[in-house]
């Protein structure tokens, strides 16, 4: 069953002609042959997949109706709460660290019969671009395991792409679903801030962090999307449904956009490489023929969003990081003369360079005296970043840019130079300081046969018109296989 999305097999379980329990088993073959690979998991609930599974196969030989996930294997990343398994968030600071609860998706997941696997690696407390700092294990690309599989949801994006789950969450502060969806070669979706609930996923930056899917193609991001979206009283930043409304994300999935406006931003796309470029006129074409309109349009304040994104973040990550003492849960140092003592060893032995460099980016920019000069002329530029992009969408359904200036990079490469990381979330960034929906979707390849996404922004809370777009590209374009040639062979 290598060869079925998760729609695909979750249609198969409902109807008894496969079971989940042999689904189950064939994703742990997949992890045992290939993960000692690709690095993709952290942990895995071997015994309790196994149980759900047979719940499952129960419900369904006894005539009981599944729910919307009916049995379909799906790993999640581990800066998610879960009450089975440890939440670390790759971090030496949360190594044992048990919750007391589920995260709200997760909780969702699990009532719509969805089989979680394990969690899967991450960049520290999701902070960077390639899932290098993460403080567990190296995760690899499973297209060429010289290069990252991009971050910080590197395991979720790695896992499905290896077809080592059918199906993963992940989290978006600033591009950490869509850019390792585009090096890996699969489907990752931001939804619009509010969309799905944050209660239970570990704050990085608290206006920013969103959860989403990343899976192998467009109809199981909607698929996925119709069971984790929806207001959550836990959850003061999600939205209530008299305001934004659900729909169900597949119904009218394969109905193409009527007269569809594309925005384009040449001048910003300058800073991709030329084979991304190139990519991107090839699928804006494709677009045309289809019967699609592009526009060029110009959006001044996108060239400050990096500078607005670092600061925001950094600073929202100062102060959700705080909690981390070593005194109210979390590692605690060995050896201390007071509690001042123990605070300082336990953070500065239980973090990593990259979590401490944003902690000390984000204090000073609230510290007194720079606060206006940095934090609130941040916010500002953030409401102009916003107003950008609400103008340009009075006119276009869309707008279409690059995911990332280049494919994977080899791993090593951008480690000891953080400006350089940091430039690799320049398309990216902008959709989540305005809070809209975006999603990256595969359009090509590069000389060296390496994943080119293409990423599509949509107004906030146009989730289904985003993914109808998205469709349309993929409709025509075909779907490519998931399972990598670097581990077809895996184990043999």
Request: charged share 20%.
């Amino acid at each position: 069953m290598d060869w079925l999305t998760a729609k695909q097999l979750r249609d198969e379980i409902a109807s008894g002609r496969i079971k989940s329990l042999e689904a189950v088993k064939q994703t742990f073959e997949a992890i045992d042959k290939c993960d000692p690979i690709v690095g993709a998991y952290v942990s895995t609930f071997k015994n309790m997949a196994f149980d759900k599974a047979r719940e499952v196969d129960e419900k369904i030989t006894a005539g009981k109706k599944p729910g919307q996930l009916a049995g379909v294997p799906v790993a999640i990343k581990d800066n998610m709460c879960t009450t089975f398994g440890a939440t670390t968030c790759a971090s030496k600071i949360l190594e044992n660290f048990h919750a007391p609860y589920n995260a709200t998706a997760i909780q969702k997941l699990l009532d719509a019969d969805a089989v979680i696997i394990g969690k899967t690696n991450m960049d520290e407390f999701a902070m960077g671009s390639s899932t290098e700092n993460s403080a567990l294990r190296q995760t690899v690309n499973p297209w060429d395991t010289s290069q990252v599989p991009g971050g910080s949801s590197g395991g979720s994006a790695g896992a499905v792409a290896a077809k080592m789950c059918f199906a993963a969450l992940g989290s978006d502060t600033g591009g950490s679903i869509r850019q390792p969806a585009s090096f890996c070669g699969v489907v990752g979706l931001k939804p619009t801030y509010g969309r799905v609930s944050r209660y239970g996923l570990v704050a990085y930056g608290s206006s920013l962090d969103q959860i989403g899917p990343v899976t192998q193609n467009v109809e199981d991001c909607a698929m996925i999307l119709n069971v984790i979206a929806g207001h959550d009283a836990s959850d003061s930043t999600s939205v209530e449904e008299k305001t934004a409304p659900v729909c169900d994300y597949l119904k009218d999935l394969d109905e193409p956009v009527e007269n569809l406006s594309i925005a384009t931003v040449p001048k910003f796309n300058t800073g991709a490489d030329t084979q991304v470029q190139q990519a991107l006129n090839d699928a804006l074409e494709m677009y045309k023929n289809l019967g699609a309109k592009v526009t060029e349009v110009e959006m001044p304040h996108l060239d400050y969003a990096i500078a607005a994104y670092y600061i925001i973040a950094t600073a929202e990550a100062s102060s959700n990081l705080a909690r981390y003492d070593g005194i109210h849960y979390g590692y605690r140092c060995e050896k201390s003369a007071d509690y001042i003592d123990v605070y300082l060893k336990s953070r500065a032995e239980g973090f990593g360079d990259e979590v401490k460099r944003r902690i000390m980016l984000g204090t000073y920019a609230l510290s007194s005296g720079y606060y206006d000069a940095y934090y609130l002329k941040a916010l500002k530029v953030r409401n102009l970043i916003r107003s950008d992009f609400t103008k340009v969408f009075q006119n276009c359904h869309c707008i279409m840019m690059p995911v990332a200036p280049t494919v994977a990079f080899k791993i090593g490469e951008k480690i000891d130079d953080p400006l350089q990381m940091y430039l690799a979330d320049i398309y990216t960034i902008a959709a989540n300081l305005a809070g809209i929906p975006a999603i990256s979707i595969p359009c090509g390849f590069d000389s060296d046969n390496l994943p080119i996404g293409l990423q599509i922004l949509a107004p906030a809370f146009a989730e289904d018109r985003l993914l109808r777009i998205a469709r349309m590209y993929e409709l025509q374009a075909g779907t490519k296989p998931v399972i990598r040639p670097i581990v077809e062979n895996c184990g043999k």
